[in-house]
């Protein structure tokens, strides 16, 4: 019987062989239905011959087939003259490759990432980092608020009063996220991502923060010898207050971001003594810096899905 198998070279040959073994009027059918009157002698030697023909029909089996698949290769052929088909790859956002390229530089600079929710309230958004009633941010003509009285986040400074209260200084981080303000136009959209580092600790001072704010533009823009212009402005939670503009191709000077030491009443309202610590805040929209690394002169085009943008642009 071995043998048999053995000689086979059919599916079909080896059905019947083993329905003419195993089937219902089967030789090993029969002796298996007999074993009942064999001494455990005979029972143990005729369950071995039993489980070594099985195996041997399953292996052969297995042969067969692979040698049926090895045969229908051989009989394909495979024209490498054909040229392939185009590929059609999709690639990472150029907002999202832009946050991950700005996340990196400053994580190397020891600052840690931070995230907070985009229905923010009042203390968070504006009371805790020194906005007075009064201030036009405040107005419903700039911030998107909701009936119970939460607002759509107006900033991610938001995030940096939420580490303050649920770390101990020294503390230095970046908050990330989106924005919500009431504002459309070639520069300025409604939702906009902005990125916000805090570094709070002893005998921290303004050279400190102009010095992580140029290296942070340097490595981003590759530019080694990166102008920069710096001048006095007024933001609530910050005292003094800057604003940063680069010089940029063409000798024009832009906009980049603003920041300052972070105000008293700011520490004070996250529980940190400003007698003690002090330290600084900047923030800026990631989209503005990826608009003038791609070379765009509207925001929009960022939010337009439009394919062969991204095709020119090389994403």
């Known amino acids: 019987m071995h043998e048999q198998i053995k000689n086979i070279n059919t599916l079909e040959e080896l059905q019947a062989l083993y329905t003419a073994t195993y089937g219902k009027n089967g030789t090993m059918t029969a002796r298996l239905r007999d074993m009942k009157n064999l001494d ?46 185009p590929e059609n790859r999709g690639t ?29 309230d009042d203390w968070h958004n504006f009371t805790a980092l020194n906005t007075p009633l009064h201030h036009p941010a405040r107005d419903m003509q700039d911030s998107f608020f909701l009936e119970n009285g939460n607002v759509l986040r107006t900033q991610t400074s938001a995030i940096q009063i939420r580490a303050m209260e649920s770390e101990s200084v020294p503390i230095k981080m970046f908050g990330i996220g989106s924005t919500y303000r009431k504002e459309m136009d070639a520069t ?11 570094y709070i600790d002893k005998n921290i001072t303004m050279s400190d923060l102009i010095a992580d704010v140029r290296a942070f533009l340097s490595r981003y823009f590759g530019i080694d010898n990166i102008e920069l212009r710096i001048r006095p402005s007024y933001f609530p939670f910050t005292d003094p207050s800057i604003e940063i503009d680069l010089k940029w191709q063409g000798g024009k000077w832009l906009e980049i971001m603003g920041a300052g030491m ?26 503005r810096l990826a608009m003038l690394k791609y070379g765009l002169n509207d925001i929009r085009q960022f939010y337009d899905s439009d394919v062969r943008w991204l095709n020119k642009a090389g994403f």
């Open 40 to 85: 455990n002698d005979a029972r143990a030697a005729l369950n071995t011959e039993n489980a070594t023909l099985r195996e041997l029909f399953k292996t052969r089996q297995a042969e067969i087939e692979n040698a049926v698949l090895m045969a229908g290769l051989q009989k394909q052929k495979l024209d490498m003259s054909l040229n392939p088909e």
């Open 92 to 120: 990472l956002h150029p907002l999202t490759q832009s946050l991950s390229e700005i996340s990196a530089i400053l994580e190397s600079f020891g600052y840690t990432m931070h995230t907070g929710p985009e229905i923010e």
């Open 188 to 198: 300025h959209s409604p939702m906009f991502h902005q990125i916000e580092g805090l």
């Open 262 to 287: 972070v105000h008293p009443n700011v520490l004070r309202n996250c529980g940190v003594n400003p007698d003690e610590y002090q330290g600084f805040a900047f923030g800026f929209g990631w989209d």
